[in-house]
């Protein structure tokens, strides 16, 4: 091969991307610009990466051998309208989106169970509340009225206001949980989930399009230890 052809194919090569490569399990890898803190066994990633406002681009990806490969991506996600803020300086009720990476451990929904999605999935029933009563020791857990431990009467306006799912049909048609103040630190709030998106800013979840959040739900799997990593 000539040198001058050479030299053009290694120029060609050089500028052709490829999928990041995946990394040891005390490593960070970056998504479409975010930085990902890598757990152990992880296998599949959701990236946030902040753009204007309160929109992001929210990515799927996953590990295939030793490189993540991007399956698909929305360029219409959102965050909180109070913007984003560093995990351990959320505030409850400030609107703020936590920066970070965060497990998510299982999902919930207003569907039946479907063959195709993971164990994990939990149908919302009558009664279920997202527990945002500072006072209480279920404080950013899920629970039912009907077992008590949390002022589940107080309306949505009072500080210590919990979240009742069935007040939100389309948002949590599907919904992921993350893992952020998975210790329960009082007044730092909780109800941080990825969801489907409503008519505008969130409360400080993530939130993207409706197909995104079904496409996913075929996806996920536990057994891979999904994450959400969120960026600016």
Not at 191 to 220: D, E, Q, Y
Request: overall charge positive; hydrophobic content about 35%.
């Amino acid at each position: 091969m000539k040198p001058l052809l050479s030299l053009l194919l290694l120029a060609t090569l050089l500028l052709v991307p490829s999928p990041a490569l995946a990394t040891s399990a005390a490593d960070t890898v970056t998504l479409d610009g975010v930085t990902v803190r890598v757990r152990p066994g992880t296998e599949q990633v959701v990236t946030v990466n902040h753009t204007k406002g309160h929109h992001a681009r929210v990515t799927f990806w996953s590990r295939s051998g030793q490189r993540w490969e991007k399956r698909f991506a929305a360029g219409d996600g959102r965050i909180g309208y109070g913007g984003l803020v560093r995990a351990k300086r959320r505030v409850q009720g400030s609107g703020r989106t936590p920066l970070g990476t965060f497990r998510m451990p299982w999902a919930f929904g207003m569907h039946h169970q479907k063959d195709a999605w993971d164990p994990s999935y939990r149908k919302v029933r009558t009664g279920d509340y997202w527990v945002l009563d500072n006072q209480s020791d279920h404080y950013n857990r899920y629970r039912n009225k009907q077992q008590g431990g949390f002022r589940w009467r107080l309306p949505a306006s009072d500080p210590n206001g919990s979240e009742r799912l069935q007040d939100y049909p389309v948002q949590y048609e599907w919904a992921v949980t993350t893992s952020f103040n998975s210790n329960q630190v009082k007044q730092r709030g909780g109800a941080i989930f990825l969801h489907v998106n409503g008519s505008g800013a969130t409360a400080g979840c993530v939130s993207a399009p409706r197909w995104f959040l079904k496409r996913l739900m075929r996806r996920l799997d536990q057994d891979r230890k999904p994450v959400i990593a969120i960026g600016r």
